[in-house]
């Protein structure tokens, strides 16, 4: 039975690849409001509680307000914005981040969409620490940077305007980033890592990193033990990919651009007794639209691949 899905938001770049990821779809009968339709509060209000499935891609305030007006309580609702993400009463959509959590997203009414860099950081961390490789209290770090396209219009009007003056910018110097709570929260560390959030001249792709001084940790793991936890973790998960690194002497942020996928590397140096963690994404595709696609999918009972970009 097709099912009816309104995406609050879908003019922007998240639900424009939504649509695009859904264009072919038998299952789902997309409502959009078009027009002055988009400000009414009365017909989004109207579309938000007739709809089987919710798609919020607006900023958090908004998403907050178009979930005040949800009232029927068989709307089944996906947040793109960080706004519910450590929220009560909100299923995290990572499927693959815990056993059961793709089951949790499949009976939930309220799911959050990860947060772009947190997907990465997460699939990295995530496993060594639920295995005890690293301590739930270690001092983690981060590096990061994605592609302009993550900063919406106003961002990459900034990048490839004629005033454009720069190739790759650090931001988040505060150590204050609106991604901390939901990367500690869903690591289940003691302490949000030290995150050094940047932006390059790339439209779109995504490069997360995480240096282990393996040396130093309790149980001293190699990078073979590191493999091996991601491997069991995300065993028959088609979306995570475990990259083997012989040969390798760089990694690129456009690595898994195009795609709804994520790769996974870990290079070390034995003698040093150090290892870098690197993640790639796409920051519009598993950051984003195909993270929301695969939640639709998981709660409609569907394939949970079905229509991206493997």
Same mark, same amino acid.
């Given at each position: ?116 860099? &947190?997907?990465? $950081?997460?699939?990295? *961390?995530?496993?060594?620490? /639920?295995?005890? @490789? #690293?301590?739930?209290?270690? %001092? ?51 302490? &949000?890592?030290? $995150?050094?959030?940047? *932006?390059?001249?790339?439209? /779109?792709?995504? @490069? #997360?990193?995480?240096?282990? %001084? ?66 790639? @994404? ?29």
């Amino acid at each position: 039975m097709m099912q009816k899905l309104f995406i609050d938001g879908a003019a922007g770049t998240t639900g424009l690849e939504i649509r695009e990821r859904l264009a072919d779809r038998a299952e789902f009968r997309i409502v959009t409001l078009e027009g002055d339709a988009r400000k009414d509060p009365a017909a989004r209000a109207g579309a938000l509680n007739d709809a089987d499935f919710v798609i919020l891609c607006l900023p958090d305030d908004a998403a907050r307000e178009a979930v005040a007006l949800i009232e029927n309580p068989d709307v089944r609702v996906i947040d793109a914005s960080s706004a519910h993400r450590v929220a009560d009463g909100w299923t995290y959509g990572f499927p693959e981040l815990e056993p059961a959590q793709m089951a949790a997203i499949a009976g939930s009414a309220r799911v959050s969409n990860p947060g772009c860099y &947190p997907t990465g $950081f997460l699939a990295l *961390v995530r496993p060594l620490v /639920r295995s005890g @490789l #690293i301590p739930h209290d270690w %001092p983690i770090s981060v590096n990061a940077v994605s592609g302009y396209s993550g900063g919406g219009k106003t961002m990459v009007a900034e990048f490839e305007g004629e005033a454009a003056v720069t190739a790759h910018r650090a931001y988040g110097l505060s150590l204050s980033h609106k991604h901390l709570p939901e990367m500690q929260r869903h690591a289940r560390m003691a302490h &949000p890592p030290i $995150f050094q959030p940047a *932006v390059a001249r790339a439209y /779109r792709g995504m @490069l #997360i990193e995480v240096p282990l %001084p393996l040396h130093a940790l309790p149980r001293k793991p190699s990078l073979a033990a590191i493999e091996t936890a991601w491997r069991d973790a995300y065993r028959e998960q088609p979306l995570i990919r475990i990259a083997g690194t012989d040969g390798v002497n760089a990694v690129e942020i456009e690595a898994d651009a195009g795609t709804d996928r994520m790769t996974l590397r870990v290079f070390g140096n034995a003698d040093t007794g150090q290892a870098r963690l690197i993640a790639t @994404l796409d920051n519009l595709g598993k950051g984003a639209a195909g993270a929301a696609v695969q939640n639709l999918n998981v709660m409609a009972g569907l394939d949970p691949v079905a229509g991206l970009r493997v």
